[in-house]
């Protein structure tokens, strides 16, 4: 076949290069079967009884059968399979994982080993199966290559990964509740930051009884609204429904009843969502466009503020502008609201070297202790994470307030940091 200089062939048909191409596949595919059933051999030659895995490492010299494939395979030498790999041309681990799939197929999938043989199952869907079987039980092994064999070429992975599925359950079934079990403790529900535009992701892993009644409920909830004009397309219509299912909140109703008698003694008083945003007086005309929302320390735009002004229930509160600097101590160590507002909105996160928690999660810590004589002022007011509060309570770490919003951080073993406005910078030195 003639090259030109790009590589690319030239007086050469497109049927002719498909042609060739299915030709090298096929012999690719030939060769790959041959070394698989050369490596069985090996396999065959190079098992050992048992694993002396501490005799190995306490004296270096002896040969150890290592398990690469499921319950049931054998073990190979280790010290042959550091040669086979080395021959193979593969890496440590990826030549242990290769044998060890070409080991479950032949002994512990006969079957599809057989199909693989046969070229009915090309080597590389064989491999990607002894992945998902090698951790099963003998018995779920068999189960899998049995009724994978029935339906050999037709079963898509989804099929096969329920399959798997459906093997634990019925030969491990403590192992297949050990998994449901620590599967629960991932549940979540996970809203980002507000991103440029105004919006966030919403990433959710739920109970398939709760995420099958949120779906329900989303969807009749975006149905209604088609069905009152709105003309947004599906997907917007279902994302206007996750807030205004939120709105209307179930939990508001709830009652706190006393466990012996059963009367009631309160009623939640539903929950209340704040958000801060910082805008200009200009924001509106078109001068400054941009806010930013304390929550998130992200820029918002207005047009963004706007529809949730527009929101049905929301209260706005317009706040002047709070001086920061204004130093007003009360007489108690528990710290007003007013005062964890200025502290908070002139901190903006845990004031220890380089930490990223925003403050309106922090505690208040006072610089100086109430106990000696600090007052409860914004001046004498920090915030400070719970990890790092600790730090400063319990440890030798220590810190100097040098003017408001700037503090000299000393760690245990002396090094200097200064934690400001423009972030943390390190005081080699000092």
Same mark, same amino acid.
């Given at each position: 076949? /003639? ?7 030239? %007086?050469?048909?497109?049927?002719? =290069? ?5 030709? /090298? ?28 895995? !501490?005799? &190995? ?15 049931? !395979? ?39 080993? @057989? #199909? ?11 491999? +990607? ?16 290559? +049995? ?7 037709? *079963? ?25 079990? #620590? !599967? ?9 930051? &507000?991103?440029?535009?105004?919006? *966030? ?5 739920? /109970? @398939? ?14 149905? =209604? +609204? ?17 807030? %205004? ?11 706190? %009843? ?5 009367? *009631?003694?309160?009623? @939640? ?5 704040? =958000? ?8 509106? &005309? ?16 207005? &047009?963004?503020?706007?529809?949730? =002004? ?30 964890? +507002? ?89």
């Amino acid at each position: 076949m /003639d090259l030109g200089t790009s590589g690319t062939a030239t %007086a050469v048909s497109t049927a002719s =290069l498909l042609s060739w191409i299915a030709d /090298d596949a096929e012999v690719r595919d030939h060769l790959l079967i041959r070394e698989w059933m050369n490596i069985v051999a090996w396999a065959e030659a190079n098992i050992v009884d048992s694993p002396e895995g !501490a005799a &190995t490492l306490t004296e270096g010299y002896l040969d150890t059968g290592v398990p690469i494939a499921g319950p049931g !395979a054998p073990l190979v030498s280790e010290f042959q399979l550091m040669e086979l790999i080395a021959v193979l041309g593969r890496s440590p681990d990826g030549g242990r994982s290769y044998v060890g799939q070409v080991i479950e197929c032949a002994w512990r999938l006969p079957l599809l080993y @057989a #199909a693989v043989l046969e070229g009915r199952v090309t080597p590389w869907r064989a491999q +990607r199966i002894a992945d998902l079987t090698r951790s099963l039980p003998e018995q779920a092994a068999e189960f899998v290559d +049995r009724h994978l064999n029935a339906a050999v070429g037709g *079963v898509g992975w989804a099929q096969l990964e329920r399959l798997v599925t459906e093997a634990i359950l019925r030969f491990d079934p403590e192992r297949a509740e050990a998994e449901r079990q #620590a !599967a629960n403790e991932h549940r979540h529900c996970n809203i980002t930051d &507000t991103d440029e535009r105004g919006g *966030v992701h919403l990433d959710a892993y739920l /109970d @398939a009884a709760d995420g099958h009644d949120f779906n329900q409920a989303i969807s009749r909830e975006a149905a =209604l +609204r088609g069905q009152l004009g709105d003309t947004d397309s599906l997907d917007v219509r279902r994302g206007k429904a996750v807030g %205004a299912i939120a709105r209307r909140d179930l939990a508001l109703d709830l009652l706190i %009843a006393d466990e012996t008698t059963g009367e *009631v003694i309160a009623q @939640a008083p539903g929950r209340r969502v704040e =958000l801060n945003v910082h805008i200009t007086d200009t924001a509106f &005309t078109g001068d400054n466009n941009v806010g930013r929302c304390e929550e998130t320390r992200s820029p918002v735009q207005v &047009t963004q503020v706007k529809e949730w =002004l527009q929101v049905p229930g929301t209260t706005v509160i317009v706040r002047p502008v709070i001086n920061l600097a204004d130093c007003v101590p009360v007489d108690s160590y528990e710290v007003p609201d007013r005062h964890q +507002r200025r502290v908070r909105l002139r901190d903006h996160t845990c004031r220890f070297p380089n930490c990223p928690h925003q403050a309106v999660r922090c505690d208040l810590d006072h610089a100086k202790p109430h106990a000696d004589g600090g007052k409860t002022c914004p001046c004498n007011l920090v915030p400070l994470c719970r990890r790092h509060h600790r730090a400063k309570t319990h440890s030798a770490w220590r810190y100097q307030v040098t003017s408001p919003g700037h503090y000299l951080w000393t760690s245990p073993h002396g090094h200097h940091f200064h934690v400001g406005p423009a972030g943390t910078t390190p005081l080699d030195g000092y």
